[in-house]
Nanobody, 126 residues
Framework: VQLQASGGGLVQAGGSLRLSCAAS????????MGWFRQAPGKGRESVAA????????RYGDAVKGRFTISRDDAKRTVYLRMNNLKPEDTAVYYC????????????????????WGQGTQVTVSS
């Protein structure tokens, strides 16, 4: 599967953005999906994840209560709605896909993901 992330940009603190990650191919529903981010000089951080059927989601501690992950299998797209953005959310955001069993829960474990998109920049000004 190939992944294309979009929707990043410059926003003021307290604002919102919605990231999209479009997948190629017809087997999108076979993948659990995740969002990760990497700020300059820092390692890649887990942000959010969603299971194949969407009934399981997980969030990193830094974004709980502010970010929401969702998926639309008909559009082969996973979304990340980001509210109440903070300057510390500034990073390149990457989406990733992991082919998994239907019953597998969402996972924030980066090493589980086999396929990665190219990233989209999110900059939050104070």
């Amino acid at each position: 599967v190939q992944l294309q992330a979009s929707g990043g940009g410059l926003v003021q603190a307290g604002g919102s953005l919605r990231l999209s990650c479009a997948a190629s191919g017809r087997s999108f529903s076979n993948y659990r999906m995740g969002w990760f981010r990497q700020a300059p000089g820092k390692g890649r951080e887990s942000v959010a994840a969603i299971s194949r059927n969407g009934d399981s989601t997980r969030y990193g501690d830094a974004v709980k209560g502010r970010f929401t992950i969702s998926r639309d299998d008909a559009k082969r797209t996973v979304y990340l709605r980001m509210n109440n953005l903070k300057p510390e959310d500034t990073a390149v955001y990457y989406c990733a896909a992991d082919p998994s069993d239907f019953r597998s829960p969402a996972t924030l474990i980066r090493s589980q993901y086999n396929f990665w998109g190219q990233g989209t920049q999110v900059t939050v000004s104070s």
